[in-house]
């Protein structure tokens, strides 16, 4: 019994041994990169002084456990960690790779590669001057030369600041080329903050609205935390500094929540609004200054690393449900800050989870935190807009009412009848240029610009009127583009329309500055003329017929051709009106139409009956109609 036991014992030890030792990872030749955390086991050394010889020894190395996931999160934590990554080159010769540590806060490094010793280490992290590494970059790129074969590969990490890192193997090309990618991506990340500090900025100056200010702190404070915990002030500010780097990422962390918490005290203007949750904010804010303080004047470099993270997690929710009480108490301003605070929680939420190791590892988990600051920017400052318009309203209302008990006193009165009969003159001219632009609006067909029928026969009925008192000669041409239902059914109605703005085009040029051209149909135009008699009428109408009929429109890169026919009569002496003569234009297009279309047709009335002739002449007699064809093409 002992003895199967004993067996047994050896079989599960064999299988623990096995699962301890994680697979290598096989470089091919046209890999991108690896994520090589899922591939590394790790080992924690709690008293950070193991070295490389001892964490090879069978004793430590069965220590070793899979990684098992794609991010190496273990939180604040004093221990060290040590790092296995067996690497497979099937290739004949040497591949150059970068080895990429992505998290820039990391303390220490130290990269062992086959053959190394404890006292031939590469070291690197932000406790070294910037100008040490190899690469000019916020993340950790290590040079690899992978000999064919398989190898192993041993990495020590400590961290003051929450570890966490993704550790991920790339051929060189492909990760400069990534690299080009994320810098495109925080150049537009921080000229967006960039801006909204300048917009804001500015609106404060103008308005002096303390709000304004309290909110372009808040940005500012936002990007020296996120520009330090991302790595770039270590790397354009103090590169030669690496101890006030560090020193500096809590300081900052902790000033973006003091700004938050007093630019929400002061937006949801909360000591009048909200006396009770203005006085738990002023708590927080007390114990928050209070632990700010300890932490830097204490010497335990995890806890002053550790606090202000811890704090987050009870500012965000503390401002967001500020912002809902304020919304509930009838605060309107507070809706979008509310849901500004939502996306930034909802962000930081994603991004703890992921540097939890709860979510796997991906651009959009772990810059979750970033994507709800950019709206919580955007929707902040709708709440900024918000909340003026809101005053703006409020001190409009405020005003007014004190202007309608200044009008109750009889010194104001003088001067509110003052400003009424200004206000009154100043609307008078209103109404008149209004006035004046709705008569010209009702005088001129919206698609082409050319009068309409209303005007037209205005016109007509004055012209008429003037030519019979003077004795003067009068004509009218009418004419209709030629099949124009069938331009409409084919090509769509706007052809329709550009067809007929391009007819009233050609007609408006075609005749003289005394004719009067306007469009009193659909597809129906009338020209009246002035002085002129039929005959001459007749060649106008002609000239026009032609250049309708070699017009070609381009209509959506389609050339587009239409003809035009026309109806011409002159003023007879027996016409009670205009509308006579108009009625002989119609039956003069009608003749034209019946002849083939794209003619001009003339009801050309008897010589006594023209103005100036015998006053006798019968201008209904249909045998009058005079029809011209039109010029070969």
Known sequence: MTRRLWWLLLVLAALFWKSAAADPVRIEAHGEHYRLNAAASVLEDPSGRLGL???KTDDVARRFRPQGGELSS???????YWFRITLENPAPEPRPMLLVLRTNWLDSIQVFGPGDTDTSARQFG????????????PQFVIDLALAPGT??????????????????LWPPDAFHESDRLWSAYYGLFYGILFVMVLYNGFIWVSTRDRNYLFYCLYLVAFFLMNFSYNGFSYQYFWPESPRWSNWTHTHWIFLFQFVALLFAMNFLESKDRLPRVHRILRGFVGLMLAAWLSVTLVDNAVAYNAAPVYFIFVCTPLILASGVFAWRGGYRAARFFVLASMTSLVGSFFTALTVSGLLPYTFANFHAAEFGIMADVVLLSLALADRIKLLAEQRQAAEQNAIAHRLEASAMLKQANEDLERTVRERTAELARARDEAERLARTDVLTGVANRRYFEEVATQEFARARRYGQPL??????????KQINDNHGHAAGDAVIRAVANIAHEAVREVDFVARVGGEEFAILLPGVRSEHALVSAERLRERIAHHTLDFQGSPLSFTASFGISQIAVIDPGFGNLQQRADHAL???????RNRVASFA?????????????????????????PSPP
């Not at 273990?74 to 060290?80: L, V």
């Not at 932000?126 to 970059?137: A, E, G, M, N, V």
């Open 590 to 596: 009608y003749a034209a139409k019946q002849a083939g």
């Open 151 to 168: 190898h192993t590969y041993y990495l020590r990490v400590t961290s003051a600041q929450a570890f966490m890192t993704p550790i991920e």
């Open 605 to 629: 009335a008897a010589a006594r009956g023209r103005m100036g002739a015998a006053p006798d002449a019968d201008p209904d007699d249909a045998s009058q109609h005079g029809v011209t064809s």
């Open 475 to 484: 004509s009218v041409i009418v004419f209709d583009i030629d099949f124009f």
């Open 53 to 55: 010889a001892a964490v």
């Open 74 to 80: 273990f939180g604040f934590t004093d221990s060290a």
């Open 126 to 137: 932000d406790t070294l001057p910037f100008k040490t590494r190899s690469h000019d970059s």
